[in-house]
């Protein structure tokens, strides 16, 4: 059961004390922004990096200042703590502090700038609340340091594996153990990370899509986050000399993988929104401009909310790919490299973020989250609810990433009312 | 005006003859390809590597051996002479010493062994020529160990350039130049191999492709080398999120490329032989399995025997391209890599060779050759021409190129009688 309070507010003074903590949010993302600027534009701030742990250092300190208790865990998720006056389980707030290559100045740093100003202006307006209030600067989750994901809410649900800090290394061989020792971790503490006290989890993310946008919508509650499925194919034909091979001679791997890639994206959108397939990864062999690939090995993301249809996406491509393969004398493997089941947003967590947006003035649509985020790992522990406001051209992971301010407030203050809602 | 002699010969003498010198061609093949023998199978013999410099010095010993007089010229070509009683312009018979990585028992080995056993057997039979006879082993063709190739006979028509021994590098940063001084080869001297005494070239060559092996045909008489054209194609479109990006609003460089690289296919089946069309090389960026492909770099080697048919073919590339990034809103630009005119073969030599078939016993059939071969180098200095037999299932540069002994034995009779025809 949620807790549900703060009904006795009026939209008039919701609004001022949201435009107080809001006046903070733009000036705040600039600053972390600004921490790992990369010469070619955006911000990379890779997992237990001089720039992870300098952004790390500095929402700390606004932590601080706004009155939070604060503390890190084992693997570096930051926590500041608003003490509730009930006892009871945690309500928490936040987002990921790490950034993709070249990242943007809103996917992660949002959820945690706006978590801290929306505690703040609720601090100011209404002191303590009943359950206590979690904003948490998650220390991990795109992946792009180490090859895993995840790593900071997979720490708080306790799912990391016994020997990941150990065997898992960056491109330049060095271990996520020996990355954070270098942070003052212990690796062998990583279990301690693991809390069974929240009690719910929201997060103010970015879409990272273009669905807002293009349907004119301020803001959507995400109903779930998509399952999928990566794939990876390996055609078989035969290399031969590009001068003297006939083309009706020809085992071609390449053209066969194109015919296949053509006809995934044909079934895609035959099968319509939220189907989503994408080839991001291909390599040919011997790969000579004058030989005729004999092997291409491709890659495919498959996804989808609901797991019936993601299951019948994927049955139709690996047939379509044996029916092309068979049509040209190629072989044909597939080999599932990951599969991640779709994770449904808690019902009442949802029911409390509608009701918050519509006191807010707006409407909000419902979502499926097509890229993934901290609450599905939490959501094993935990309720779990998101919000989305519009990304500009649906752009993310660049620099050109960008939300209108006026739907960066509109989201901080849904957040604080469903933060209300919730704690108070 | 090519010499023509020897016909006093009846064809049951010559067949004997012939038969004698033969009986070395196998065992020559297998000792040369022992040497550069590689732990994945077949050979590999880089220009001026220790296993180039072995089968050099085997060569010779064999040509000193038959009585011919040797000598290398500045780039390291070998040559054996076989003295002719009159003046005149010098018959030249042989092929390339170097191979591909992984390279098989034929391709060069066989225009150099057939030449030596051809020469050898005429020697026996008939003496001395009218005209000398040299047997070349060209030091290198393939281009597998310098980003540049046909080293060999490009020193032969004195067309290599001031700076290429100094500026041409290999994986090691190796010079040209410092890799002949290890051979005790003085690249000031390039200009010295330059010959301007050569009547005729003649190659016996295994086809490399499975034209003759399908329409059970036993040798051929080259026609003409297929000019060519490699291009790079690069599609620009945007990355995009794999998960949050709902297919119509994609900008996918990758289905795009893949549509572009079917069309050129069809077009090119359409077309008909000889044309051929090779996408060999394919690059994906970024090349995350997560991330829509924002930009495609491929290759197109394109290639027919009719100049204009060949540009026909490229134009049609170019518009079927451009109107496939049109279409789904993807840039376009093609820049042309390397463009080759198609080389035709000495019509008196291919009517010397088609006798020579005729003679032994076989109605020769043309063909164009798709592979390059020095003999479209040596063409703008003599009279070039070349005679193709059969590769089983086409294959070659690999372990498995293979050709029947019959099929070998019957190309050295052709050699042999051609060479007859030419200098006696």
Redesign the interface.
């Known amino acids: 059961m949620v807790h549900r309070g703060g009904d006795n507010l009026s939209n008039r003074t919701l609004r001022m004390r949201i435009d107080g903590g809001g006046a903070l949010l733009e000036p705040w993302l600039d600053e972390l922004y600004k921490i790992g600027a990369e010469p070619g534009g955006g911000a990379y701030r890779p997992l237990y990096g001089t720039a992870w742990a300098e952004a790390g250092d500095c929402v700390e300190r606004w932590m601080k200042k706004a009155g939070l208790e604060t503390r890190r865990d084992a693997v570096g998720n930051l926590w500041g703590r608003l003490d509730g006056t009930e006892k009871g389980k945690v309500i928490v707030t936040g987002s990921h502090i790490d950034t993709v290559r070249h990242g943007g100045r809103l996917d992660g740093a949002l959820g945690i700038v706006a978590g801290l100003t929306a505690t703040e202006a609720l601090m100011k307006a209404r002191g303590k609340p009943k359950r206590s209030l979690d904003v948490v600067a998650i220390c991990e989750e795109e992946g792009s340091r180490f090859p895993t994901n995840f790593w900071g809410s997979r720490a708080i649900v306790g799912s990391i594996g016994k020997d990941e800090a150990d065997t898992i290394v960056d491109p330049n061989g060095v271990t996520i153990a020996q990355a954070m020792r270098e942070r003052g971790l212990d690796p062998a503490k990583i279990g301690s990370a693991a809390r069974d006290d929240i009690d719910a989890f929201v997060e103010l993310h970015i879409?990272?899509?273009?669905?807002l946008e293009?349907t004119r919508q301020p803001l959507a509650v995400v109903s779930a986050i998509?399952g999928?499925v990566?794939l990876e194919i390996v055609v078989t034909g035969r290399?031969?000399?590009?001068?003297?091979?006939?083309?009706?001679?020809r085992h071609?791997a390449?053209?066969g993988?194109?015919?296949m890639?053509?006809a995934i994206?044909s079934i895609?959108?035959a099968i319509g929104?939220?189907?989503?397939?994408?080839?991001?990864?291909?390599r040919?062999e011997p790969?000579?401009?004058?030989?005729?690939?004999g092997r291409v090995v491709f890659?495919v993301?498959l996804?989808h909310s609901d797991p019936g249809a993601r299951r019948a996406l994927e049955e139709r491509t690996r047939s379509l790919c044996r029916t092309i393969a068979a049509e040209r004398g190629l072989e044909l493997e597939v080999r599932v490299?990951q599969e991640r089941p779709p994770v449904p947003m808690h019902a009442e967590v949802r029911a409390v973020l509608t009701r918050a947006a519509q006191e807010c003035g707006v409407r909000a649509t419902e979502l499926v989250?097509?890229?993934?985020h901290d609450a599905q790992i939490l959501a094993a522990r935990c309720k779990v609810g998101m919000l989305f406001v519009p990304s500009v051209g649906?752009?993310?992971?660049?620099p050109e990433e960008h939300t209108d301010p006026g739907h960066l407030e509109l989201g901080a203050r849904v957040l604080v009312r469903t933060l209300e809602l919730l704690a108070y």
């Open positions: 879409e990272q899509g273009a669905v293009t998509a999928g990566h290399a031969d000399h590009a001068g003297t091979t006939p083309m009706d001679l071609d390449l053209v993988a194109s015919v890639i053509q994206e895609t959108r929104a939220p189907a989503v397939a994408t080839v991001g990864r291909i040919a790969d000579q401009i004058n030989v005729v690939p890659t993301d996804r490299l989250s097509g890229a993934g649906g752009r993310s992971h660049c």
